[in-house]
C-alpha cells in the first residue's frame, strides 16, 4: 500500500433543530441510507457508494453547527503515534473507546484543533448495509435516490488560529497544502486547502474571527460529473431546498459545485470533478482580489451571496 497515514477524511456529527425532518431531508432528497440510531436517539447515515459504517451522525440539538469532523487512518496502532506527536505539538487529545458514541467505528484518538474544532482519528470501521457490491459488482445495488451522493468527501472548517490549525494538520498528520489563498494585503494566508492522500482536499481551513471557533462552512459530498450536478439542482429546486450558490465551477480545485442548506442551517456541498492530488505538486496560491472567480468560476462580477461568505453554523 502506497498511501500510509491518514487515508481521507471520512465522517462528521452534524446537530440539527429537528431530526426527524432531517432524516428525511437526508434520506429522500439527499439521498442517503439511515444505518442505525443509537441508544440516545443520534441516527448514522450513508451514501450509497460507502464501504465504512457510516459517514454521517445527526444529533437533536438546540443549535445547528458540529460536533466532530473525522479522518479515518491505515492502522489502529498509528493512533499512538498520533497521540504522541500532538502531545508534543502542544495540544490535548483523548481516546474514545470503541462503539462508544459511534456504531461499528474503533477507538478515536479526538483532538481540539486550535481553530476550536475537534477532528477525531480512527482505523477500524466495520461495514454496514447497503455498501456497494463486492461479488461481480453492479454500479450501484439500488438506483440512488434524489441528489444520490456517492461519498463523503471534504469539509470547511471556519475559526481562529488558521495557521496553526494548518501547520498541526502539515506536521503532525502529514498533510499537503494544495491551494492557498492569500489576505488582502498578501503578507499572510485565509484559506488552506488540504489533503491527506490522493483528494485533492479532504480539509480546507478558513480563518475567521475568535467568535466562529469551531463553526462549519460546509461539508461535502461527491458526485460523479457535471451530469450529475445538473440532476442535483433540478432535485433540489423541485424539492424548495435553499440553494446558497451553483451550479457551477470552483476555479480552485476545479470541482464542479452545488451549495444547500439543511432544514437546520447547516451548509452542505456537493461536488465533483476536481483533479487527483499527487504530493510532487506546487502549492497553488491565489490573491485575494481574484478569489469571487476562485469560488466561482462563471462569476467575474463579484456576485456571490454575502450569505455564502458570511453563514456559518
Ligand atoms: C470549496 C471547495 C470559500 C471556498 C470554498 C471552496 C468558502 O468549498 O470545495 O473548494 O471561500
Ligand atoms: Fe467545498
Not at 479515518?72 to 462503539?99: H, M, Q, R, W
Not at 498578501?186 to 480546507?204: E, F, K, N
Not at 452545488?258 to 499527487?278: H, K, L, M, T
Request: charge should be negative; aromatic fraction near 10%.
Amino acid at each position: 500500500m502506497a498511501i500510509t497515514g491518514v487515508l481521507k477524511s471520512a465522517m462528521a456529527q452534524l446537530r440539527v433543530l429537528d431530526l426527524a425532518e432531517s432524516v428525511k431531508f437526508y434520506t429522500e432528497i439527499v439521498g442517503m441510507n439511515e444505518v442505525c440510531r443509537t441508544a440516545d436517539g443520534r441516527v448514522c447515515l450513508k451514501a450509497y457508494d460507502e464501504f465504512d459504517h457510516h459517514s454521517l451522525t445527526l444529533r437533536q440539538a438546540e443549535t445547528a453547527g458540529i460536533d466532530f469532523f473525522a479522518f479515518k487512518v491505515a492502522s489502529d496502532c498509528l493512533l499512538d503515534k498520533y497521540a504522541e506527536d500532538t502531545k508534543a505539538f502542544g495540544l490535548a487529545c483523548e481516546f474514545i473507546p470503541a462503539n462508544s458514541d459511534q456504531p461499528g467505528i474503533g477507538r478515536r484518538l479526538s483532538v481540539r484543533i486550535p481553530n476550536g474544532h475537534r477532528i477525531d482519528l480512527y482505523a477500524d470501521v466495520e461495514m454496514s448495509m447497503p455498501h456497494p457490491m463486492i461479488q461481480n459488482p453492479h454500479i450501484w445495488r439500488e438506483k440512488p435516490r434524489g441528489v444520490g451522493v456517492r461519498a463523503f468527501d471534504h469539509g470547511l472548517l471556519a475559526g481562529p488560529n488558521s495557521g496553526e490549525t494548518v501547520r498541526y494538520f502539515m506536521e503532525v498528520l502529514d498533510f499537503s497544502k494544495v491551494e492557498i489563498v492569500k489576505t488582502p494585503d498578501g503578507g499572510g494566508v485565509i484559506a488552506t486547502w488540504l489533503s491527506c492522500a490522493s483528494r485533492l482536499h479532504d480539509v480546507a481551513i478558513i480563518d475567521m474571527p475568535e467568535e466562529l471557533a469551531g463553526k462549519l462552512h460546509h461539508i461535502a459530498y461527491s458526485l460523479r460529473d457535471w451530469d450529475e450536478i445538473g440532476k442535483a439542482a433540478d432535485v433540489l429546486a423541485v424539492s424548495g431546498v435553499v440553494i446558497d450558490a451553483g451550479p457551477t465551477r470552483h476555479a480552485v480545485t476545479r470541482g464542479q459545485t452545488i451549495y444547500f442548506f439543511d432544514p437546520s442551517g447547516n451548509r452542505i456541498e456537493v461536488y465533483a470533478a476536481d483533479f487527483a492530488y499527487y504530493p510532487d505538486m506546487p502549492t497553488r496560491e491565489w490573491d485575494f482580489s481574484e478569489l469571487t472567480w476562485g469560488i466561482n468560476y462563471y462569476d467575474h462580477d463579484n456576485k456571490i451571496k454575502p450569505s455564502f461568505l458570511g453563514v456559518v453554523t
